[in-house]
C-alpha cells in the first residue's frame, strides 16, 4: 500500500499572500494588482461538526481562511459607484477611439475619505485595459515592439500625489510609474513625462489625493496647471479627490451651461509648462461624486439593505443566519455606526468578525459591535488637512434589548457551551 502524504503536513497555504502588496504606482505592480483581483478564493463553508472533525492545525487553517475572506470581501457595486464606473469607463473608451488630434475630455471624481473612490476608479480602469489589450493583442501585436520604441505597453498609469506637492515632485512620481530615470531640471523632466506617457502608448492617467493641493501657494497652482496640460498628450485625465468643489481646485474655473461640464481656461503664455498651451482648446472636465448611502429614503434605504445582503453573504461565521445584517435593529445601528460611508462599514464588519472568531459567538450583533472599534489602520499615507480622514461616529450604542441566544459561544472543538452570564 502507497502511503498518503499527510494532510497536515502540506506547507503550501493558498490563500495566503506571498510578499508585500502590489503598488499600483508601478507599472509592474498596477498589472500584477490587475490580473490577481478578481482570483481570491473564500474559505469554504463549513458545518460545526465538519468543523469539529478537522486536525487543530487545519482548525486553525480554516479560521485563517475565514480571517483571510473577512479581509478580503469582493468589491461590491453599489448605485454610486455604478454610476462613476459607467460614466467612467464610457470616457475611457470615447477617447481611446479618437483619431482626431487636441484635449480629451477628463473627469474628477469627487467624495469623501473612505468611499471607495480609488478603488471604483481603479477597478473601472481596469476592466477597461482588460478590453484595450485585447484588442491590441488582437489587431496590432507588432506595433509595439518596433526597433528602439519602448516595449513596455502601459495603456493605464496610476499615481498618487505627493503631500507637498510640486511641478517636479509630480513629473517625478509620474516617471516612477515606468522606472523611468528623473532628469535634474523641470524642462526636461516635463519633456519625459510626455515622452513616457507617450512612447508606453497610455491612454488613462489617474491622479489620486489631488485635493492635497491647497493653491495658495505659487507651486500647488503651477502643478495644477502642468494637470491639466498633460490633456494635450491624447490621454484621459483622471483626478480623484475629496471635497473636490471647496477644495479651490475649480478657482477660474466655470460650468459650461450647454454641456454641465467644468470648463479650465488656458494657462496664460509665459506661464505655461507647455510651449503650445496658447493655442490649445479649454480644458473640459465632468465631475461625478461617490456619495455615501443615504438612510432616509425608500430607494437609499433599499441601496444601503442591498450592500449589507452581499456583505452578509461573503461572511464565515458559523452562527451567522440570512438577515443578520439587513433585519431588525441591526440596518439602522450599521448605518448610524458609519454614516454610510463604505469604507467605515468595511472596517466595522472585518473586526467584527474577528471578535466573534475570536469571542467564538460566531455571528454579528449590535451588543458585540459596539465593543468593536473602528480602526483605520495605518494612517501616515494619508493628509488629514485634505479630508482624506473621515471623522469616526462616536458614542453609537446599541439597542438596549439584546438578542436571544446572544451570549452562545463555542469551544476550541466547534462545540456549543453557554456563556456566563
Not at 475565514?66 to 477617447?95: K, Y
Not at 471607495?116 to 473601472?124: F, L, R, Y
Request: with cysteine; hydrophobic share 35%.
Amino acid at each position: 500500500m502507497t502511503d498518503r502524504p499527510d494532510e497536515d503536513a502540506n506547507p503550501i497555504i493558498p490563500f495566503l499572500r506571498i510578499g508585500p502588496p502590489p503598488d499600483r504606482t508601478r507599472w509592474e505592480g498596477w498589472q500584477q494588482w490587475r490580473q490577481i483581483r478578481d482570483t481570491f478564493v473564500p474559505a469554504p463553508r463549513l458545518s460545526l461538526q465538519e468543523y469539529a472533525d478537522l486536525s487543530p492545525r487545519r482548525r486553525g487553517l480554516h479560521d485563517l481562511h475565514r480571517t483571510a475572506t473577512h479581509v478580503n470581501m469582493r468589491l461590491q457595486e453599489t448605485p454610486m459607484s455604478i454610476r462613476v464606473s459607467n460614466l467612467m469607463r464610457g470616457r475611457l473608451e470615447n477617447n481611446a477611439v479618437k483619431f482626431m488630434p487636441g484635449t480629451r475630455d477628463g473627469l474628477m471624481v469627487n467624495g469623501g475619505g473612505f468611499q471607495g473612490k480609488t478603488e471604483t476608479a481603479c477597478s473601472a480602469a481596469a476592466i477597461f485595459e482588460d478590453l484595450w489589450r485585447s484588442i491590441h493583442q488582437q489587431v496590432l501585436p507588432d506595433q509595439l515592439h518596433l526597433p528602439g520604441a519602448r516595449d513596455v505597453f502601459v495603456p493605464v498609469a496610476y499615481c498618487r500625489l505627493p503631500v507637498r506637492a510640486t511641478p517636479k515632485a509630480l513629473c517625478k512620481t509620474i516617471l516612477d510609474i515606468y522606472g523611468d530615470p528623473h532628469p535634474k531640471n523641470l524642462d526636461d523632466l516635463i519633456r519625459s513625462v510626455r515622452d513616457a506617457v507617450r512612447d508606453h502608448n497610455t491612454t488613462a492617467l489617474l491622479i489620486d489625493d489631488v485635493t492635497r493641493l491647497r493653491l495658495h501657494r505659487g507651486d500647488d497652482q503651477d502643478t495644477l496647471d502642468l494637470i491639466r496640460e498633460l490633456m494635450d498628450q491624447n490621454v484621459t485625465l483622471v483626478l480623484i479627490g475629496v471635497d473636490i468643489p471647496h477644495s479651490g481646485l475649480l478657482r477660474g474655473a466655470y460650468i459650461d451651461p450647454r454641456t454641465k461640464q467644468w470648463v479650465f481656461p488656458d494657462v496664460k503664455r509665459g506661464k505655461s509648462h507647455n510651449e503650445a498651451a496658447s493655442t490649445q482648446t479649454e480644458r473640459r472636465f465632468d465631475m461625478v461624486d461617490l456619495d455615501p448611502f443615504d438612510y432616509t429614503t425608500p430607494t437609499g434605504i433599499t441601496a444601503f439593505l442591498d450592500h449589507l445582503a452581499g456583505i452578509e453573504d461573503q461572511l464565515r461565521l458559523f452562527r451567522s443566519f440570512e438577515g443578520m445584517l439587513t433585519e431588525g435593529e441591526m440596518p439602522e445601528y450599521l448605518f448610524r455606526r458609519t454614516h454610510g460611508i463604505v469604507g467605515l462599514l468595511r472596517r466595522l464588519i472585518e473586526d467584527g468578525c474577528t471578535e466573534a472568531i475570536t469571542s467564538r459567538e460566531e455571528r454579528l450583533t449590535p451588543e458585540l459591535l459596539a465593543r468593536t472599534s473602528i480602526r483605520l489602520g495605518n494612517l501616515a499615507d494619508l493628509d488629514p488637512e485634505a479630508g482624506e480622514v473621515p471623522e469616526i461616529p462616536q458614542n453609537v450604542q446599541p439597542p438596549k434589548k439584546p438578542r436571544r441566544g446572544h451570549n452562545t459561544v463555542f469551544d476550541d472543538h466547534g462545540k456549543q457551551q453557554a456563556a456566563d452570564g
